[in-house]
């Protein structure tokens, strides 16, 4: 098992910025290849960012490509996800997920464990 906790979120104005943080715990994290992804109100689960065991590999989603930037502490078993100039679009829950499978760190469902989800909301 691998237990998630996301910080970071809150209420924001377009252009602005904020950093997500997950903590984990449990298995070694150092395993786990981990992604962020959002849910909006009505809309499906998106892929954000995802980051490789040893952090050499990241892959964006397009619309997050440029402004957001993943990145993992092993030593301290934490991913974090900085959002830069944010806009109105970006508002969702953002969830943290573990995986072991890096072929396809987009797809949602190659994930085994996930956070409670953290809420970001950028006002116009």
């Known amino acids: 098992q691998v237990q998630l906790v996301e910080s970071g979120g809150g209420l924001v104005q377009a252009g602005g910025s904020l950093r997500l943080s997950c903590a984990a715990s449990?298995?070694?994290?150092?395993?786990?290849?981990m992604g962020w992804f959002r849910q909006a109100p009505g809309k499906e689960r998106e892929f954000v960012a995802a980051?490789?065991?040893?952090?050499?590999?990241?892959v964006y989603a397009n619309s997050v490509k440029g402004r957001f930037t993943i990145s993992r502490d092993n030593a301290k078993n934490t991913v974090a996800l900085q959002m830069n100039s944010l806009s109105p679009e970006d508002t969702a829950v953002y969830y943290c997920?573990?995986?072991?499978?890096?072929?396809?760190?987009?797809?949602?469902?190659?994930?085994?464990?996930w956070g409670q989800g953290t809420q970001v909301t950028v006002s116009s």
């Open positions: 449990g298995r070694t994290f150092s395993n786990y290849a």
């Open positions: 997920a573990a995986t072991r499978n890096w072929f396809t760190p987009q797809v949602w469902r190659n994930y085994n464990y």
């Open positions: 980051i490789s065991w040893n952090g050499g590999s990241t």
